[in-house]
């Protein structure tokens, strides 16, 4: 009944500390930043001007290339500046500084809370609505929805997969999305579905979140065509390959997308952002994100503004304790850590996290003792032990030859290894190092 | 805001499980093993045993401090684990001096001239007891008799294991039959009621150990059980071919270091192979060279040299059995 992936996979403590806190809605802040880089792909660029008034939903920077998408306004205001800033990555790029006055949307937006089920829209203005409301994969990986919700040349699709795994540690937002904001998920599937044009879609949920499990089965029978699938807990679930493979036996291949296998993986946030784009025509302003931590005073599930500061989310779960020693952005296994917390929240921002001192530095690294254990935990059946070393000792060629690049980061291999070796610093540095010296070869 | 905050790549959590803790782990799984050694020898095990266990972590200290130059990691329990087994594959009537030549040995020669935990390609412990076997082979092979053993026969076997008595029996032409008649039943030999290296005697209390180690998921079971599976089925098939000549596989399993070797000799993470396949190969390996040497080397047990052989063989099985890579290769354009 639970399905999971075949090979590799680990159990680190769940520690789901905001499973049941109903999403909250943070009140704007008094001045957002909104980087215009949130996606994977080119910049988009500035279309206001310093001192111009904005709506909530209007567009400030337009989608430069295929590749990209717009970024609009989270806020009614003025435009306080254009600058350079830092942002959650840690590297400096442009944004759009707004002073915030008043809540005052485009008329176009659709406001009301009330279920709209019926689709109108045909395929291609689905995703065109998804192109212009600057839709993008929320769950982390930021890649623009519009590209991934058109079919590419010579491939088919026959089937949607909502990823709904949350396998990481901590986060909560997509649980608590699936529990309050379940039919219009279920709605933004079917509006996937319709797009790429597929008579199937499956929901992935880990077995930890019985009640969206049970809420989706329920509502899913209103759905034509959606199924839900619970799935066994193990980390990465929620990884695409390893998703695709627990929901319809199939294996995306090496170097391949899911589209190879006829399978389109969206995130259960992604899904609600295509239900708010198509049916009430809102663009992707704010995003539920999750601030949580051991010793947070009051973590919690908050609905926010695309550009209000982590600063303004931490204030809002009770402040930074005082023995806090890493902020992350994400979750504890892929998150980045974040050395300023006075950056914007942006579209790709799932959780916040925050690490006691006591947790933040990595333990002593002692010799590798070829336990294997590293390979029994990773998913993608490669050999973290040898790659890293390989990468470690710069023989690119042999690591090429080891699949280093199946390496998907999901930091299995490091959670796992007894002797606290860095084995995906090393294996990062080495698959980097390998996708650009083959780019080298093929431009020579 | 000026808080100074820690900044690493992901993951930002590790599991509990350390090094140390892995090692205290094999330890405890000694312990039923060891208890037994004491029940059936009495002082002498508890003197190997602590000779063994000091004179390894020190020779480890010593090397590091004063010859490599390095912060010594004997806290890490490796070279605890390693005295522990060599005293585990020794007589319990072995002079102190012998030990502490075996520990040198061992822990200087076979772990730390390798560059010490994780480089060495022989197991430590059995590298240091096959040095003595060959070097003091009458002191290495004069094995004390358990207190409980007061019957007849026992004067004729003092000194000999029941596998030496096979072997001896084999050369001179008796039957195995008859030779069956002068070693203890099967269910002693379970228990441990036999002569032998002070450790490998028991096999219940080792099989309590093995169970404890899996239950942890500090050993998987691909390595003891290919070993016992491969010896079972290898002398059970001699045995249906001609159960004059060749001891049954119950006798085969029960005697000598095949418990010990299987479960924590074989097991060593250092020197076994990184895959479950690889682990199965090396498994019957040392199954099968064990059973070579038992029936027609000559010596009459082989598990330490069966390791010793398929340890040769690791690094080649690392390089060539490699894990079920995720998704077929295609060709990109």
């Known amino acids: ?444 | 805001m000026n808080k100074i905050l820690n900044v690493s790549p992901s993951p930002h959590i590790s599991t509990p499980e350390t090094t140390r803790r892995l090692m205290y782990g094999v330890v405890i799984a000694l312990i039923p093993a060891l208890a037994a050694s004491i029940y059936y020898f009495g002082m002498g095990a508890i003197i190997v045993t602590l000779t063994s266990v000091v004179s390894c972590v020190a020779v480890e200290y010593l090397v590091q401090k004063f010859i490599l130059k390095t912060r010594p990691s004997v806290s890490d329990g490796s070279a605890v684990v390693t005295g522990l087994l060599l005293a585990f594959n020794v007589p319990s009537n072995l002079p102190i001096w012998i030990i502490i030549i075996g520990a040198i040995i061992s822990i200087g020669v076979a772990k730390m001239t390798f560059g010490g935990l994780g480089s060495n390609p022989f197991n430590p412990a059995l590298v240091g007891r096959v040095f003595l076997l060959i070097s003091f082979p009458v002191q290495m092979t004069s094995w004390p008799v358990p207190s409980g053993f007061r019957t007849g026969y026992l004067d004729a076997v003092t000194g000999a294991t029941p596998l030496g008595v096979l072997s001896e029996g084999v050369k001179a032409g008796e039957s195995v039959a008859s030779l069956m008649e002068k070693v203890p039943t099967h269910m002693q030999l379970f228990y441990g009621y036999m002569g032998g290296s002070m450790g490998e005697i028991a096999a219940a209390a080792l099989i309590i150990g093995g169970i404890y180690l899996l239950w942890k998921k500090i050993i998987s079971w691909h390595i003891p059980v290919s070993i016992l599976v491969s010896v079972a089925l290898f002398t059970g098939i001699l045995w249906l071919a001609d159960p004059t000549k060749y001891a049954d596989p119950g006798f085969h399993l029960l005697t000598g270091g095949i418990m010990l070797g299987a479960i924590f000799m074989a097991t060593d993470y250092v020197t076994s192979p990184m895959t479950h396949k690889g682990m199965i190969i090396y498994g019957i390996g040392i199954g099968v060279i064990t059973v070579l040497i038992r029936t027609w080397g000559a010596y009459p047990e082989g598990v330490s040299f069966a390791i010793l052989i398929m340890n040769a063989f690791v690094p080649l099985l690392n390089m060539y059995i490699k894990p079920k890579r995720f998704g077929k290769e295609v060709k990109h354009g």
């Open chain 1, 1 to 444: 009944m639970f399905k999971t992936f075949p090979k590799g996979g680990i159990h680190p403590p769940e520690n789901k500390l905001t499973a049941d806190k109903p999403i909250v809605i943070l009140p704007v802040p008094p001045q957002v930043t909104v980087p215009v880089s949130q996606h994977i792909g080119a910049p988009a660029t500035p279309v206001v001007e310093k001192g111009a008034a904005v709506l909530a939903g209007q567009v400030i920077a337009e989608a430069k290339g295929f590749v990209s998408t717009n970024i609009h306004s989270p806020v009614s205001g003025k435009v306080s500046k254009i600058d350079t800033v830092v942002d959650t990555t840690g590297y400096k790029q442009t944004a759009v500084i707004i002073d915030v006055e008043g809540d005052e949307w485009v008329t176009t937006v659709d406001r009301s809370t009330a279920l709209e089920k019926e689709i109108t829209l045909t395929r291609e203005e689905i995703i065109e609505r998804c192109r212009q409301c600057g839709l993008v994969g929320m769950g982390g990986a930021t890649f623009p929805t519009h590209i991934k919700l058109t079919v590419p040349a010579g491939k088919s699709c026959d089937m949607v997969i909502i990823n709904g795994a949350e396998c990481e540690p901590y986060l909560t937002s997509d649980h608590r999305l699936m529990l309050e904001k379940g039919a219009e998920v279920l709605t933004g599937a079917t509006i996937i579905m319709k797009a790429l044009g597929v008579e199937r879609a499956v929901v992935g949920i880990e077995a930890n979140k019985p009640d969206a499990i049970s809420h989706l089965t329920e509502l899913a029978r209103e759905f034509r065509g959606i199924t839900v699938q619970p799935l066994k807990v193990k980390y990465p679930q929620g990884g695409e390959k390893q998703l695709i493979k627990a929901c319809t036996g199939r294996e995306v291949p090496s170097g391949g997308l899911p589209i190879d296998v006829g399978v389109v993986v969206q995130n259960v946030g992604t899904a609600f952002a295509v239900y708010e784009a198509v049916q009430k025509n809102k663009p992707l302003v704010e995003r539920v994100v999750t601030v949580t931590g051991k010793s947070v005073a009051n973590p919690g599930n908050f609905l926010v503004r695309i550009g209000t500061p982590v600063t303004a989310l931490i204030e809002a779960a009770g402040g930074m304790p005082d023995d806090t020693g890493k902020v992350v952005n994400g979750g504890p296994m892929m998150g980045k850590a974040l050395a300023i917390t006075d950056v914007p929240v942006t579209k790709g921002t799932s959780g916040i996290l925050l690490f006691p001192a006591a947790a933040s530095r990595r333990a002593e690294v002692l010799p590798c003792i070829r336990c294997g254990k590293c390979s029994s935990a990773c998913a993608m059946g490669l050999e973290p032990w040898l790659i890293s070393v390989l990468s470690e000792k710069g023989m690119w060629e042999k690591a090429e030859k080891e699949k280093i690049t199946d390496c998907m980061e999901c930091g299995a291999c490091a959670y796992t290894c007894p002797a606290k070796r860095p084995l995906l610093d090393y294996i990062r540095l080495g698959k980097s190092t390998v996708i650009r010296l083959a780019r080298e070869r093929v431009t020579k």
